[in-house]
């Protein structure tokens, strides 16, 4: 039996410095890998291009980071080297030393049909206001924060350990104190959503927890969530919708003192028929959001 040669996507991989100069690169058509020796030093990034975009893609940069599938919709994508405070949220491993292995590849077309976690994406960044990502899932929220170990893109990492707060692997999205906090999951085309999973944070007594919230779905149904002060897996039905997006607000705090966070956000589900893949416009979720219609959900499990 011989194997089978599909011609597909020219991907490649760089490895540049701040002022662009390269410093490594490797292209190949439906999968390439970094392997790199050397150091990163700040201001380095990893270059990712893609000849025929959008791509579903399979992609790990590091070792120190988990595999996600994510959507590709541009032919670059730039992942910045995290360095000092930012790299706390990645963990002692990543990026580290002076060998470098990673891979990229185009998603099967029978992988696409599995069912998994869809918000799932270890390579998210924080973009600056305005600026549209190009690589989905993609974590927005209206919080101001600075400190890497509580940004939104802590909530899709792949990593719910709950039990404290901090650096890796105890990193959430923190909402800072503010009382009209959201947090979006952009998936950047429609998918099919079963299940919502949440990990609370539960570092007790620096924490708090929050007793419900309101999820909104990109097709217009809102659902009231009742939530419980555990750090196990909060799980409710999403009975199959088709979304673009989901998000989370009107967060309740149980108590006033502490400070309630979201270890890990998930969204279990499969991908629609790739030919309704479509690039979204991130929608903002507006914070005084109608109540009406609304239905209550307490039966997480």
Same mark, same amino acid.
């Given at each position: ?132 990502? $190009?690589?989905?899932?993609? /974590?927005? &929220?209206?919080? %101001?924060?600075?400190? +890497?170990?509580?940004? =939104? !893109?802590? #909530? ?66 809102? $659902?009231?969530?009742?939530? /419980?002060? &555990?750090?196990? %897996?909060?799980?409710? +039905?999403?009975?199959? =919708? !088709?979304? #673009? ?57």
């Amino acid at each position: 039996m011989t194997s089978q040669v599909v011609e597909m996507a020219e991907l490649g991989l760089e490895v540049r410095t701040g002022t662009g100069i390269l410093r490594w690169r490797g292209n190949r058509a439906d999968e390439v890998t970094l392997g790199w020796r050397g150091s990163y030093a700040p201001g380095d990034q990893i270059v990712l291009s893609c000849a025929a975009p959008p791509q579903m893609l399979a992609m790990c940069l590091d070792r120190g980071l988990s595999e996600s599938v994510v959507l590709l919709t541009d032919r670059t994508f730039t992942f910045m080297i995290p360095f000092g405070d930012e790299r706390k949220a990645y963990g002692p491993r990543a990026f580290a030393g002076e060998r470098h292995w990673g891979y990229v590849r185009v998603l099967d077309e029978r992988e696409r049909e599995s069912w998994r976690n869809l918000a799932e994406n270890s390579h998210d960044l924080s973009l600056p206001s305005g600026s549209a990502p $190009v690589l989905y899932p993609h /974590a927005v &929220t209206n919080v %101001r924060c600075d400190n +890497p170990q509580f940004l =939104a !893109r802590n #909530a899709i990492d792949g990593v719910f350990e709950t039990g404290r707060h901090g650096s890796w692997p105890h990193e959430s999205w923190g909402i800072n104190d503010q009382r009209d906090a959201w947090l979006k999951i952009e998936f950047g085309r429609s998918v099919i959503a079963d299940e919502l999973r949440l990990y609370l944070r539960t570092d007790f007594p620096h924490d708090t927890w929050w007793r419900s919230a309101l999820l909104t779905l990109s097709d217009g149904q809102q $659902v009231t969530l009742r939530l /419980a002060a &555990t750090g196990l %897996r909060q799980t409710f +039905p999403l009975g199959g =919708a !088709r979304i #673009a997006w989901l998000a989370l607000s009107q967060l309740e705090k149980a108590e006033e003192h502490g400070f309630p966070g979201l270890s890990q956000i998930m969204v279990m589900g499969r991908e629609t028929d790739p030919g309704s893949w479509s690039v979204r416009d991130p929608r903002r979720v507006e914070d005084d959001q109608a109540d009406t219609g609304d239905t209550e959900r307490s039966d997480a499990k």
